[in-house]
Structures are given as C-alpha cells and as structure tokens.
C-alpha cells in the first residue's frame, strides 16, 4: 500500500495546485477543534477580514465556500439565478464553457458573447448582446482564463454591464493574489476564487464576496438557491453572529487559508502582483531562447499562466512526463481546443520565483537537447 509519507515533493509549475509554504502545511497540522469552538470562529472572522482586504472590497457578504474553486463559481451562479432568469455568460475557453454549463443547470435562460482562444472578450460584444438579447439579470466572465493564458479586462465591461443595470460576476481563481484583482473598484457583484492558485494553499475553499446589490437579489428570491450546501442564506449563518450551524466547516483547510492569507498581507498585494510579473517576464525570455511562443494576444498575457505552443514534432505528453519523472517538476497540458498542442506553466503564489523559472528552464532545455 502507498502511504502519504513517500509522497515525493515536486515543484508545482502547472495550472494549479501551487507550491504550498511550509507555515500553510505546519497550520493544517495543528489539533481539530469543534466548528463553534470560540478558537476556531476568530479564525474565521480573520479569514473574513483578510479576504476583504485581499478582494478589496467592504462586502460584508465575503467568506470562503466549502470546496474548490469550482464550488465558488457554482456558489455565485446559484445564489444569484431563479429559475428563468436570463444570463449572459462570456466564453473564451474552458472555464466560460463551464460557467455556462453552471448556468443552465440552476435554470437560467442563457445567452453566449465569445471570442477565440487566447484572445478576450471586447466590451462592444457584451453592449451589442445586451441590445440584441437582453435585459440580463446577469453577466458572467472569468478574470484569468487559465486554458488559453489570456487576461481579460473587467472595468470596460463592467461599465456597460451597470449601464444596462445588470449584475456582474466575475471569476477570479487564477487571478487573486497574482495580479490586480479590485471587487469595489471595478464594481464586481460576485466574485468567486479558489484557494490553490495565487494564495499557494491547498485546495479546498473557494473565498467569494457578494456586493450589497447582490446580497439584496439573494435575500429576496422568490425561490429556494437550487443548492442546499452553496445557499448563501443559510451559510452567511454560520459565518455571521448568529453562528448558526449549516454543514461543519473543513477545520483544518481553514487553518490552511488562515495563514496563506496572513501570507499574501505580509508580502502585500502590490509586492506580490510585481513579483509575479517580473517572474513572468524571466520566464517568457528564457523560453524565446528556446524558440517557444505563447498562445494569448501579447497584450492580454497573464503573469502567473503561460500558455504556449509545444514545438512542432514534439510529443509535448512525453516532455510532461519526464519533466515529472526525472525532474520532479509539473506542468500542465493543453485543455480543450489546445489539447496536445500546448504547456500550461503556472508561477502561482510560492511557485512565482526565479528558482523554478531556472530549474524548469535547465530541465525543459535537456529534454528538448
Ligand atoms: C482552476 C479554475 C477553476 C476551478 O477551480 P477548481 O479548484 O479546480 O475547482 C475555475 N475557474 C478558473 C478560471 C480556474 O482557473
């Protein structure tokens, strides 16, 4: 039988999870208590604080969902939308798809803006949509879209989303604690995140916040949230003063998240976007040495996913495979419309420093020798 004890370390180069700090790990270690143990509730009113400060944002709606990321955007999907309501959802590669398939199956009557892989979504489309389509109750987008590497701008499409008088959700997984992320300033709604990309901890959680338009549509629905766990009425509960229990929360994982916040804060998220552009741009310089490109418009290039072309003639499996194996290094495959043509090297949280650049550099240029 394997035991977790001969789990041999990696480094975490791909779209997820990242490199974990020894703090995070040593925290998750400290002794399970009760989920309404005094102890542990401080935990969780820090976790809400930090996340505010890391969204930026004075939602007072703004906790972590139990699960992963995906969770976190089943969360704000299922909160905001009864039965019949009509969405707009933004699809420039597999995570738009998703939140799409998200909508349908909560009910909505949805309404698709798409753009080719690699390039983002023009806030024209979303205007042209709302005229033809519209009204929309809301309008959905993801902020990194970590199959294609492409970064899509929120503040254009915002504007126009708020002009129509829509909501505005917007999934930040890849993006929070790796480049500019700014709910209150961009006029973000609902925004969900994940814990295992840019905040380097395990997954497990999925930080989300709702603005106070949002919140008002959640309280005031005229159905139950299709989701009994995700129903923010009920899970705002247990996390506000009323303490009132609704599933126990993953002790541990939010022990986790507790000090991959206190983390991020000690870095600050200025230092820690600029770090992760910088380690970026080494990256991208190094692999134009070895004749490799990238898949997203140069200028919508995200800093902690790249997503480039495996080179013509290039089983890019097997290069994945002894990158793992004789490297101990992992990086990810194409997805979707890039499946076996491309890498996805992620430089997430603790994994965005020059010393994995250097080794996956040295390891790819042997393999490829
Ligand atoms: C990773 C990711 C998700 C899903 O997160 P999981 O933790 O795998 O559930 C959702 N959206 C985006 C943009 C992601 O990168």
């Not at 500019?180 to 973000?188: F, K, M, P």
């Not at 709604?189 to 990309?197: L, R």
Request: proline fraction near 5%; include cysteine.
């Amino acid at each position: 039988m394997a035991t977790v004890q001969d789990i041999r370390p990696r480094l975490l180069m791909g779209p997820g999870p990242s490199d974990v700090h020894p703090r995070v790990l040593a925290a998750m270690a400290h002794p399970c208590v009760g989920h309404l143990d005094g102890q542990f509730l401080a935990i969780l009113n820090d976790i809400r604080a930090m996340l505010q400060q890391v969204f930026i944002t004075g939602n007072p709606l703004t906790l972590a969902v139990s699960g992963t990321g995906s969770a976190g955007m089943e969360t704000c999907v299922v909160n905001l939308i009864e039965p019949g309501d009509r969405m707009l959802v933004c699809i420039a590669g597999v995570f738009g798809q998703r939140m799409k398939d998200v909508a349908e199956r909560a009910g909505a009557r949805v309404a698709t803006v798409e753009a080719p892989w690699g390039q983002v979504v023009a806030a024209g489309q979303v205007e042209q949509a709302i005229r033809r389509d519209g009204p929309f109750k809301v309008v959905g987008i993801v902020h990194a879209e970590t199959s294609t590497g492409a970064a899509q701008p929120i503040e254009p499409i915002s504007r126009v989303v708020h002009e129509a008088g829509s909501l505005l959700l917007v999934d930040t997984v890849t993006s929070l604690g790796g480049m500019a992320v700014d709910v209150d300033g961009w006029g973000i709604d609902a925004c969900c995140s994940g814990t295992q990309k840019c905040l380097s901890c395990p997954p497990g959680l999925a930080p989300v916040t709702f603005s106070p338009p949002a919140e008002q549509v959640i309280a005031s629905r005229r159905t139950k949230v299709q989701s009994w766990y995700l129903d923010m009425n009920m899970v705002r509960q247990y996390w506000g003063s009323e303490r009132l229990y609704h599933h126990t929360a993953p002790i541990s994982m939010c022990y986790a998240l507790h000090e991959a916040l206190r983390i991020v804060l000690e870095e600050g998220l200025q230092a820690r976007w600029a770090r992760h552009a910088r380690v970026h741009e080494r990256l991208k310089t190094a692999l134009a040495d070895l004749g490799i490109t990238y898949l997203a418009d140069p200028e919508h290039q995200l800093p902690m996913l790249n997503a480039v072309r495996a080179p013509a003639g290039i089983d890019e499996a097997a290069v994945r495979r002894r990158l793992l194996d004789e490297h101990d290094i992992e990086i990810g495959g194409g997805l979707g419309a890039f499946k076996g043509k491309a890498w996805r090297i992620g430089l997430m949280g603790e994994s965005a420093t020059d010393r994995h650049v250097d080794a996956l550099i040295a390891a790819m240029g042997a393999i490829l020798a």
